[in-house]
C-alpha cells in the first residue's frame, strides 16, 4: 500500500517511556506499572500498554496514504486520510484492554501459553476520528445493514505489519457489518488519541478502535477493509483469543468448536497495592479501576478487607481530567471506573475487589475456574495481600 511500509526487522522502533515493564522486546509488549493507571482518568499514551505482534509499520508519506475498501460490487476503492478527515469527528472515551491482561496470575495455577501481563494491560484513552458507519456509507452501505446485496456480513481489517503468526503476513481481524454500520456501537478510525496525533506505537496514521471489546480486534496501522460473507480466517481471530474450558489442552483442542472472543467480560483490579505491601500503620486506601464490555457500564465495585467474607462498596472517582473534549458523552458506556475506598485493617489481610455491571453481571470468585490454555480473560476476583509491619525507616 502507498505511503506506509511494515519493516521486516526492530531497527526503526519509535522511543518508549523507560517506566514501562517489558514484558517482551521484540515484538514490543510492555505495561505501565499499576499505580500509573489511577492517577488519571484518562491514560497518558506514553504510559498506556502496547502491544504488538510485529515490527511497528514506518509511513513514509502520509498524502499517499490510504485504505482500501474491497469486496463490495465493484472495483476496490480508495478512501485517503484528507477524506476522512472531512468526516464528521467524534471523540470516544473507550477502555482498551488486551484479553491477555492479567495472564500472568492465570499461569500460576497451571502454564498457559502466551506474554506474561499484570494487571495493567488497559488504558482508558479518548480516540477521535471518524465512525466506520460513516466511512462505510460512503461506499454505498447505508447505516444498520446486517448484509449487503452481495452476501457480506462481516468487516475485515487488515493491517500492513508482519507477524509470525500468520507466516509473515499482516495481522487481521472482523466485526460483524451490524456492528460496524451501527452509529452507537461507536466503532471508529481513528487518527487521534488523546486529542493529539496517534503515535506509531498505537496504529499512526489509522486505526480501528472497537469499543467494549477485547483490544485483539481493534487492529491498528490500517491498510484494506474488507467487506466478507464470513468471518475474517486470519490467526488471531480462528487460532488464537478464544476461551477455551478448563479441560481442553494444546493435545484435544479443536478450534472450530469456539467462536471468536468479542465483548470484553466485567473486570476490576486494585493498583494502589502490590502484592504484597507492608503498611506502617492499618489504615490503608484501595484505588483501582473497574470495566466492562458491550457498552454495558460498571454498577459498582466491592471491597473487602478479609479475604471475600465482608464487603464494603467502593466509591468512585474520575472525570475531572478529561481537558480535551466538551461533547464527550460516551464514557459512561465504553470507558472503566476508577474506585477507591479506605479502611483501617488491624492486621496482615487479604484485599479483595470485585465489580458488578449494569447487566448484573458478576466476576467469578477463583481463576481456578476459568483457567483455560491462551490463559486469556482473567477477570476472577483481584486480591492483594498486605502485611501490617514496622518500617524501618
Ligand atoms: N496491526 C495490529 N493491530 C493490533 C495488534 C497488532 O499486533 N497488530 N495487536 C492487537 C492487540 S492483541 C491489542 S490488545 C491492541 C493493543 O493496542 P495498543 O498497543 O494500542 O495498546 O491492538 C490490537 N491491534
Ligand atoms: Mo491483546
Keep these: 500500500m502507498p505511503g506506509i511500509i511494515g519493516p521486516s526487522d526492530y531497527s526503526q522502533e519509535p522511543p518508549r517511556h523507560p517506566c514501562l515493564q517489558v514484558n517482551a522486546k521484540e515484538p514490543f509488549n510492555a505495561e505501565p506499572p499499576r499505580s500509573a493507571l489511577i492517577s488519571s482518568y484518562v491514560t497518558p499514551v506514553d504510559l498506556f500498554y502496547k502491544r504488538n505482534h510485529g515490527p511497528i509499520p514506518v509511513v513514509d508519506d502520509i498524502e499517499r496514504y490510504c485504505v482500501s475498501i474491497t469486496g463490495l460490487t465493484g472495483n476496490p476503492k480508495n478512501i485517503f486520510m484528507k477524506d476522512i478527515w472531512k ?53 454505498g452501505i447505508p447505516k444498520f445493514t446486517g448484509t449487503t446485496p452481495s452476501g457480506g456480513k462481516h468487516v475485515e481489517f487488515v493491517s500492513i505489519d508482519k507477524c509470525k503468526e500468520e507466516n509473515g503476513g499482516p495481522y487481521k481481524a472482523s466485526i460483524p457489518l451490524s456492528q460496524a454500520t451501527n452509529p452507537e456501537a461507536d466503532v471508529l478510525l ?23 471489546v477485547i483490544g485483539a480486534r481493534s487492529v491498528k496501522w490500517l491498510d484494506s477493509i474488507n467487506i466478507i460473507p464470513e468471518e475474517c480466517q486470519g490467526f488471531f481471530m480462528q487460532k488464537d483469543y478464544k476461551m477455551f474450558p478448563p479441560s481442553v489442552n494444546w493435545d484435544n483442542i479443536d478450534w472450530s468448536t469456539r467462536r471468536p472472543q468479542m465483548d470484553f467480560p466485567v473486570q476490576c483490579a486494585i493498583c494502589s497495592l502490590e502484592d504484597v505491601n507492608v503498611v506502617k500503620h492499618g489504615k490503608i486506601t484501595i484505588k483501582g479501576y473497574a470495566v466492562t464490555g458491550g457498552g454495558r457500564g460498571i454498577e459498582r465495585v466491592d ?19 478529561i481537558p480535551y473534549i466538551a461533547d464527550e458523552t460516551s464514557s459512561d458506556k465504553w470507558a472503566w471506573v476508577l474506585f477507591e475506598a479506605t479502611a483501617d485493617i488491624p492486621q496482615s489481610a487479604e484485599i479483595v475487589a470485585k465489580a458488578v455491571d449494569t447487566a448484573g453481571n458478576v466476576q467469578p470468585e477463583n481463576v481456578e475456574v476459568i483457567w483455560n490454555l491462551r490463559g486469556i480473560l482473567n477477570t476472577s476476583w483481584h486480591r492483594v495481600h498486605v502485611r501490617v509491619g514496622h518500617s524501618n525507616l
Design 190 to 212: 481513528a487518527y487521534e488519541m488523546n486529542g493529539a496525533t496517534l503515535k506509531r506505537d498505537h496504529g499512526y496514521p489509522l486505526r480501528v478502535v472497537v469499543p467494549g
Design 87 to 139: 468526516l464528521p469527528k467524534y471523540n470516544i472515551t473507550a477502555t482498551l484492554q488486551c484479553a491477555g491482561n492479567r495472564r500472568t496470575a492465570m499461569s500460576k495455577i497451571k502454564t498457559v501459553k502466551g506474554v506474561g501481563w499484570d494487571v495493567a494491560t488497559l488504558g482508558n484513552a479518548v480516540w477521535g476520528g471518524a465512525k466506520l458507519a460513516d466511512v462505510l456509507e460512503l461506499f
Design 303 to 321: 471491597v473487602s478487607i478479609d479475604g471475600g467474607k465482608t464487603w464494603l462498596e467502593a466509591s468512585r472517582y474520575q472525570k475531572t481530567d
